[in-house]
């Protein structure tokens, strides 16, 4: 079989040996598990293994994680097995990722080699990763033909969608590590700052960065500002997690809402959207559509990040804490 962009990942050099998971490499890469299957998996091998799993849960988890690839199922469940000790949790996923995206493998290296050889495909999957834009699913277009044969691109409901969570989060990582080379722009905050007793102060996180980007960016043109203000958050955010977390950024749920950035800071997850200013009544549903994000992760607290290119707007950055029904947001504004 031809490479195709990773299909390399599955040949013999990344067989998983004398491991439980091993079967997920044999799979040719145009087939996939689907969750049932995976339940059927660790259905298995709970039964051997007795760990307490919640394998419903866990099974769609990975499923969200890998879109059923089968590199990445074997992948990921061999590290939760074998180097995180049978830590068969939500938080066991996460560092399980985490792990996955500090190694170096065919899949990743190909990943950014297709990115690196084609500005066209580079410049589309950051117009949908970096700068929020929805695509619809021509697939007569060679650029979003060629993502599908890459296996990087689904059709959700007639829009394009990066498969899983995993390509989401390596191509996320490059275009930021291209972002933190380029930026001479100095970020003065450490980590240090930010984080007390191994928690993480997304608070402090936010309205730090209002002071950076106050500072180091107002002057920059809105159309500038409104093209990489996401990668500019990113490039900030990224050194203070690096280590200890890890973001991503969901692409796509069943109603086709996005929610921009979670991150994952040990066991503790923050839900952040982020938004253009497009005036009072907008924003106010801003508050509804994080909070239809909150419910659907069971979570009661979230976070709104909002670029306001007004040139009247008041130089001095605005927050406050909003109480929305059961749930609390961080409004801040830049």
């Not at 099974?59 to 690839?69: F, K, Q, R, S």
């Not at 692409?251 to 253009?276: A, H, N, P």
Request: proline content about 2%; some cysteine; charged content about 25%.
């Amino acid at each position: 079989m031809a490479n195709d962009g990773f299909l390399d990942c599955n040949t013999a050099g990344e067989r998983l040996y004398n491991s439980p998971w091993n079967i997920a490499a044999d799979f040719e890469i145009d087939m996939s598990f689907s969750p049932s299957e995976i339940v059927s998996m660790l259905d298995d091998y709970e039964t051997e293994h007795k760990t307490g799993m919640a394998i419903q849960q866990i099974a769609d988890e990975i499923y969200n994680y890998t879109g059923g690839y089968p590199y990445l199922v074997s992948r990921i469940c061999k590290h939760m097995d074998e180097k995180l000790e049978k830590t068969w949790t939500q938080y066991g996923l996460q560092q399980a990722a985490q792990i996955m995206l500090q190694e170096k493998s065919t899949l990743s290296d190909d990943i950014i080699k297709n990115l690196e050889n084609s500005l066209e495909l580079y410049d589309f999957i950051y117009s949908i990763l970096i700068e929020g834009d929805a695509k619809r699913y021509v697939i007569h277009d060679p650029i979003i033909d060629a993502g599908v044969r890459y296996g990087y691109f689904s059709n959700i409901e007639g829009r394009i969608a990066v498969s899983n969570r995993i390509f989401e989060m390596i191509m996320t990582a490059y275009f930021v590590s291209k972002g933190l080379r380029s930026n001479k722009r100095v970020n003065g905050v450490l980590q240090r700052d930010i984080v007390h007793d191994g928690r993480f102060n997304m608070e402090l996180c936010l309205s730090k960065f209002a002071e950076h980007y106050t500072e180091i960016f107002s002057n920059d043109s809105v159309e500038f500002l409104e093209k990489h203000g996401r990668l500019i958050f990113l490039t900030y955010l990224a050194p203070l997690i690096n280590g200890e977390g890890f973001y991503h950024i969901e692409s796509q749920f069943t109603d086709l809402r996005r929610m921009d950035l979670v991150v994952d800071y040990g066991r503790d997850q923050f839900i952040i959207e982020l938004k253009l200013w497009k005036g009072e009544s907008e924003h106010s549903k801003s508050y509804e559509q994080l909070c239809g994000y909150l419910e659907h992760k069971n979570a009661s607290t979230g976070y709104l990040l909002t670029f306001d290119f007004r040139k009247n707007k008041s130089k001095t950055p605005q927050s406050k804490w909003v109480d929305v029904g059961d749930k609390r947001i961080f409004d801040i504004m830049v």
